[in-house]
């Protein structure tokens, strides 16, 4: 197979926002908000923009340390949107997910890069980075689905272990219906970008089968960290005002 990568001149790059100006003007004529398409795009294009110039350092520097900088201010950052759908926005909230996705992300990374790939050196920056991204993004979602649906079925009285199971279950979903699909409905990111890179199908699938692992896992893990690390901070937090109020009831 070819192994050249076809260039991407920036009039075709261009082209490319075709559909996206159709979807923008039908969001205005049916008055949908097509000021938020515009800044996510704007956004997208900016940042990944900023984004390539910023791997070419990271990859050229070769450096353990830049790599870890990488890696944790992913972590803070996932953390931080995780956390956004919730309505009760709390400083232990955030240190709670932040614990979650380490947990989840950093042990699946070390697993994947470290005795499945066996880097050398350990830090090999084009590969962490980018698998460190998919993991903590992944994560970083199944966490901010799990956290808003335990706040709601515990604002509806629902029982925490009964809430944990119907958080734990919808934040799995689109992880678990990706699994359904890879194959069959979509052709995975990392997957199309070896193939159109000139690498083996067979080769590019068992690359594919290992992010599907770590992503289920990463997420799986981080959600379930965070689920249990909410049951006992409600606990704690239940304890601490029957402490309060004496002990007795409202």
Same mark, same amino acid.
């Given at each position: 197979?070819?192994?050249?990568?076809?260039?991407?001149?920036?009039?075709?790059?261009?082209?490319?926002?075709?559909?996206?100006?159709?979807?923008?003007?039908?969001?205005?004529?049916?008055?949908?908000?097509?000021?938020?398409?515009?800044?996510?795009?704007?956004?997208?294009?900016?940042?990944?923009?900023?984004?390539?110039?910023?791997?070419?350092?990271?990859?050229?520097?070769?450096?353990?340390?830049?790599?870890?900088?990488?890696?944790?201010?992913?972590?803070?950052?996932?953390?931080?949107?995780?956390?956004?759908?919730?309505?009760?926005?709390?400083?232990?909230?955030?240190?709670?997910?932040?614990?979650?996705?380490? +947990?989840?992300?950093?042990?699946?990374?070390?697993?994947?890069?470290?005795? +499945?790939?066996?880097?050398?050196?350990?830090?090999?920056?084009?590969?962490?980075?980018?698998?460190?991204?998919?993991?903590?993004?992944?994560?970083?979602?199944?966490?901010?689905?799990?956290?808003?649906?335990?706040?709601?079925?515990?604002?509806?009285?629902?029982?925490?272990?009964?809430?944990?199971?119907?958080?734990?279950?919808?934040?799995?979903?689109?992880?678990?219906?990706?699994?359904?699909?890879?194959?069959?409905?979509?052709?995975?990111?990392?997957?199309?970008?070896?193939?159109?890179?000139?690498?083996?199908?067979?080769?590019?699938?068992?690359?594919?089968?290992?992010?599907?692992?770590?992503?289920?896992?990463?997420?799986?893990?981080?959600?379930?960290?965070?689920?249990?690390?909410?049951?006992?901070?409600?606990?704690?937090?239940?304890?601490?005002?029957?402490?309060?109020?004496?002990?007795?009831?409202?």
């Amino acid at each position: 197979m070819s192994t050249s990568v076809q260039i991407i001149p920036a009039t075709s790059l261009m082209l490319a926002f075709i559909p996206v100006a159709v979807v923008i003007v039908i969001l205005y004529r049916w008055s949908l908000g097509s000021r938020t398409a515009i800044y996510s795009v704007v956004r997208m294009l900016v940042q990944l923009l900023l984004i390539g110039y910023v791997l070419v350092f990271i990859f050229d520097s070769n450096r353990a340390d830049i790599v870890i900088m990488v890696l944790a201010v992913m972590l803070f950052a996932a953390s931080w949107i995780a956390i956004r759908p919730v309505k009760r926005k709390q400083r232990r909230l955030y240190f709670m997910v932040v614990a979650s996705l380490a +947990v989840g992300g950093f042990s699946t990374l070390l697993l994947i890069t470290q005795i +499945v790939l066996t880097l050398d050196p350990w830090f090999l920056p084009h590969y962490m980075v980018p698998i460190g991204g998919m993991i903590f993004a992944n994560a970083m979602n199944t966490v901010s689905l799990a956290a808003e649906r335990f706040e709601a079925e515990r604002d509806n009285g629902v029982a925490y272990v009964e809430a944990r199971r119907i958080a734990l279950q919808a934040a799995m979903i689109p992880v678990i219906n990706s699994f359904f699909a890879v194959g069959l409905v979509s052709l995975p990111g990392m997957m199309t970008g070896q193939i159109l890179s000139g690498v083996s199908p067979l080769i590019a699938a068992r690359y594919q089968i290992v992010v599907m692992c770590m992503v289920f896992g990463s997420s799986g893990i981080a959600a379930a960290c965070y689920l249990m690390l909410a049951g006992r901070g409600a606990a704690l937090s239940a304890a601490q005002a029957d402490k309060n109020g004496g002990g007795v009831p409202d």
